[in-house]
């Protein structure tokens, strides 16, 4: 039994755009970032996320300090709604 994390059961299949929905990151920068980590391949002529398993264990071991600001120093209030205009006048 020959059996390694390369199967095909183990992926997942997710745009760009839903990673960015779903974490409220920019497309922009999440595609710079895999490209940084050279994740992004090309496969049967399109544009992949590969993820060895071996490379995240890697980095996620490293044990760096992720958070880079305070969370207790951040204060923020959302924006007011636009204001709406009466269409008649």
Known sequence: NNNNNNSSSSSTDISIQEMSARTGIKTDDILSTLQALD?????KGQHVVHVEQ??????MNQ????????PECL???????????????
């Open 54 to 59: 071996r490379v995240l264990r890697e980095y």
């Open 39 to 43: 994740m992004i391949k090309v496969w």
């Open 63 to 70: 044990k760096k300090q992720f958070r880079l600001c305070k």
């Open 75 to 89: 204060q923020w209030t959302p924006p007011p709604p636009p204001p709406t205009e009466s269409l008649q006048k």
